[in-house]
């Protein structure tokens, strides 16, 4: 008698970037059967979260996966790719290949895990829990932000704790619905950890211009609430009470690897992966941000394709070397900071500044390390390029500002530049 052949299940944990990317790959490489696990009910783009609160964007165009202005469910539908959604995932038995969440699970042949980050949330009593205290992250997170914006009243009564990316994000929505938000940092400068302090310092004049305050270098020392546990004062270190109608946490993000602790997967700060986006599992691959190995939108969709790959038996290493990168645009002016934006001590730094932009470019031993555009990012491919491979400009015979793309072709194997063969 004839066994019949059963089809591969594949399962993937999160349904962002890394997710959808490794679906699409899978579906064009293998009919297997194909199921994404969400605790989000619908597809869309973290990154224009801020867009919906403003309400630049509606919920349906925040989707990325509306090719052709077909909704969601026509995509999985049209993939044979099957969705289920609102479910948060609390564990994973490799032994017996199962994923794991309340009343409920799902069997795999292979496994990818895509969850992502999540909020880190402020050790401060009363904060988290707080009736009118959210987080950025969901856009169940971004309706609640929008729910009580409209509420709220347009004095200074709305507090972000957090300037960096994630906190201005909300901030910029906010300004847009016309609020005048309150924002704290520890740090003594906003977006210190993608900015330096002089294309941070224009961006804080023109939100400061827009009606924002700052409190920066100081900490939140506690709250004070009413018997509704909501949130009606911060409180911060130096004394000051801060008046607080609603509150966003926005102080960072960490990989969602909470609920693998007991599946014997190895974590550190996020999944470990190899070269295949293998984890020390039989079967289990993960993929974006949940592998701390970078926060791009664009590195987690080709790790997410690389995952796939490896996953239907077609080997295929991820190979791209990461830097940090970071894109901003506010009040239409747009700035790329790639690599390092802050020197160390040895490193060279070239600066220069005009009317309508500023430029710098750091470099370690003729090799550039980091570059902050600000302005006129146009040439921010080029920069990305020689960080990225660690290729020296000390023998190109030009000002640091002249070089471009086609001297950096010029430069051979052993660091010669050959300024002939670009001549013609």
Known sequence: MKMKHMKQKYVIIGASAAGIAAARTIRNLSQA????????????????????????????????????????????????????????????????????????????????????????CIPIDGLADAANVCSLYNLSDAKLIREKASAANNSGNIVIVGA?????????????????????????????????????????????????????????????????????NIVLESGEKLPCVFAIVAAGVHPAVGFLRNS??????????????????????????????????????????????????????????????????????????????????????????DIVRYEKIIVRDGVPVGVVLQGDISHSGFWQHMIKNKISISGIPKPIWKISFADSFAISKNGEYKWAEIRG
């Open 33 to 120: 059967e194909v199921t994404i696990i969400s605790a989000d009910e619908s597809i869309y783009s973290r990154c224009m979260l801020h867009k919906f609160i403003s309400g630049e964007r509606s919920e349906r165009e925040l989707s990325f996966v509306n090719d052709n202005d077909d909704n969601t469910e026509s995509f999985f539908s049209g993939n044979n790719i099957r969705f289920v959604s609102g479910v948060t995932v609390s564990g994973v038995d490799t032994k017996d290949k199962r994923v794991i969440w309340d009343n409920g699970g799902e069997s795999y042949d292979k496994l990818l895990i895509a969850t992502g980050s999540e909020s880190v």
């Open 164 to 232: 960096g990316l994630i906190g201005l994000d909300a901030a910029y929505a906010l300004v847009e619905l016309g609020k005048k938000p309150v924002i704290i940092d520890v740090s003594p400068s906003i977006l210190s950890s993608n900015l330096d302090t002089h294309a941070a310092s224009v961006y804080e004049a023109k939100f400061a211009e827009a009606g924002c305050s700052f409190r920066l270098g100081v900490k939140v020392s506690g709250v004070i609430s009413d018997e509704s546990n909501n949130v009606t």
């Open 264 to 353: 014997g997967i190895n974590c550190g700060r996020g999944v470990i992966v190899d070269e295949y986006m293998r984890t020390s599992e039989d079967g289990v691959f993960a993929a974006g941000d949940v592998t701390a190995l970078s926060n791009s939108w664009s590195d987690a969709m080709k790790q997410g394709e690389a995952a796939a790959y490896n996953m239907c038996g077609i080997e295929k290493a991820y190979t791209d070397t990461f830097i940090q990168k970071n894109t901003l645009n506010f009040f239409g002016l747009q700035t790329l900071s790639a690599g390092r934006v802050i020197p160390s001590d040895g490193d060279e730094v070239y600066c220069r500044e």
